[in-house]
């Protein structure tokens, strides 16, 4: 079972931008099309960007479309967020996970890393 390690959060103000990683511990992780979720307190987690498995398609939730970014590097084990133009709203334990499906807001398994925090003042 791949490992992951999600890293990059912090705290930024409204419009400041973040880049995040989510790094795996082994190359089988370039087979999975994978995606990025968030939750924020109190709310369930959320689907955010899905990348494929060879890195030629992506999609987004409509909250981030043209804001956030999601690529990945296979020589590196290793998927990205880039985020701009960050508002309040963004706040939440960001993680990352392999999708179900190509086409799915869902992940396909049901364990998840420690995420990492990101935090935007207004």
């Known amino acids: 079972q791949v490992q992951l390690v999600e890293s990059g959060g912090g705290l930024v103000q409204a419009g400041g931008s973040l880049r995040l990683s989510c790094a795996a511990s082994?190359?089988?992780?370039?087979?999975?099309?994978m995606g990025w979720f968030r939750q924020a307190p109190e709310k369930e987690r959320e689907f955010v960007a899905a990348i494929r498995w060879s890195g030629d398609s992506t999609y987004y939730a409509d909250s981030v479309k043209g804001r956030f970014t999601i690529s990945r590097d296979s020589a590196k084990n290793t998927v990205y967020l880039q985020m701009n133009s960050l508002k309040p709203e963004d706040t939440a334990v960001y993680y990352c996970n392999p999708l179900q499906t190509w086409g799915a807001r869902t992940p396909a398994y049901d364990y998840w890393g420690q995420g990492t925090q990101v935090t935007v003042s207004s």
């Open positions: 082994e190359p089988t992780f370039n087979n999975y099309n």
